[in-house]
């Protein structure tokens, strides 16, 4: 590991170095890299720093308990000792944990897509709940979130939903979240007080760029459309909506959200890539499940994941067991522990692997 760390470091000061080069300043792309490479390294490298000052610390106590003759001091670097050798450990975790390597698609932006499952109305009034809980979420990270394309439903909330989300490592956090989220309430539409169960399903695709996919636009039919607001209002007279067809796979994209129809279309044709993407991308993951006990990992929107149950104010995420009673916090975006969890359980089957 501490040979590891040691290449990292030197890399760390050779991207230092490159970094402000005019020559990479002035190359965008090269820049961007380059930049997102320093900031990943860095972190590192701080950690790495931290661990080795502290082991320097253990062994400047333990050289002191060695050759020190006064007792007042000898018991002082007893007490620190005994400080310090507890962080020891966890400290080492965590540059593992660092050291390990990354899906490469979690620095990526997201296409969200929120539909309302088995339940109907309900289920279109719980999907709205859930995009509201993302909403909130991504507010709490920083992120910036933007509306591609909605259907609304007929009691309130969205027969379906789609956003594009856009951040730092918003993949990688994520893409826990995909699967068919189960709601247990007594529905507004509900006369007789009756708990009905009824879901909607997640899908996080990570954001595919064109060297990720080569479409052939050939391949891709273009329709426009007016597109409309919130119940039929601000109704645009222009033809800015725009409705793409794949037609290989039959797959169909629309985009309505902004004034401009090549705004519309770019929007478009980025959930439409990464779509796409995502089909290669769920045959990798189903694979490393497959050899997986859980789950955790594979993103997989058929799997039940999390149960919201309002009577008990409970959340349970059926993959790693995790269960609380703070309802109405959770469904106001406060959903980190249960990200911050799988990703703990997924770098857990990870090492497995790695010892394996």
């Known amino acids: 590991m ?5 290449a990292i470091r030197e890399r760390f000061e050779e991207v230092a170095q490159q970094i402000v080069q005019p020559e990479v300043v002035s190359d965008q792309k090269r820049f961007m890299k380059l930049s997102k490479e320093y900031k990943d390294l860095d972190k590192i490298v701080t950690q790495h720093n931290a661990y080795k000052q502290l082991l320097a610390e253990i062994e400047n106590a333990k050289e002191i308990i060695a050759t020190e003759k006064d007792e007042d001091f000898r018991e002082l670097a007893k007490a620190e000792l005994d400080e310090l050798v507890p962080r020891r450990e966890p400290l080492e975790e965590l540059l593992k944990e660092m050291l390990m390597p990354k899906d490469p698609n979690d620095s990526k932006n997201i296409i969200l897509e929120v539909r309302g499952g088995t339940g109907g109305d309900e289920a279109a009034i719980f999907a709205g709940d859930i995009f ?19 259907t609304e439903g007929s009691s309130g909330g969205y027969k379906e939903i789609v956003a594009e989300v856009e951040g730092e490592d918003v993949y990688g956090k994520m893409k826990f979240e995909s699967g068919v989220h189960r709601v247990q309430r007594v529905p507004a539409t509900e006369t007789q007080g009756r708990i009905h169960t009824s879901a909607a399903s997640v899908a996080v695709l990570p954001e595919a760029e064109e060297v990720d996919v080569e479409l052939n636009m050939n391949d891709i039919r273009k329709d426009t459309f007016c597109s409309s607001g919130a119940g039929g209002q601000s109704v645009n007279t222009t033809y800015s909506a725009v409705r793409l067809t794949h037609i290989p796979t039959g797959m169909v994209v629309q985009c309505q959200d902004e004034r401009s129809q090549l705004k519309n279309f770019d929007k478009a044709l980025t959930v439409l890539r990464s779509r796409i993407y995502e089909i290669e991308l769920q045959k990798h993951n189903d694979a490393i499940a497959s050899q997986r006990k859980t789950m955790v990992g594979s993103g997989d929107r058929s799997d039940k994941i999390r149960t919201y149950n309002y009577p008990q104010s409970r959340v349970t ?20 522990d249960f990200i911050e969890q799988l990703r703990i359980a997924e770098n857990a089957e990870r090492l497995k692997e790695g010892v394996a």
């Open 2 to 6: 501490l040979d590891q760390l040691e």
């Open 317 to 336: 995420d059926h993959r790693i067991g995790l269960t609380v009673y703070n309802l109405p916090s959770v469904m106001d975006g406060d959903i980190a």
């Open 132 to 150: 509201r809980m993302y909403q909130r979420f991504c507010e709490k990270q920083g992120w910036r979130m933007s509306i591609v394309d909605f």
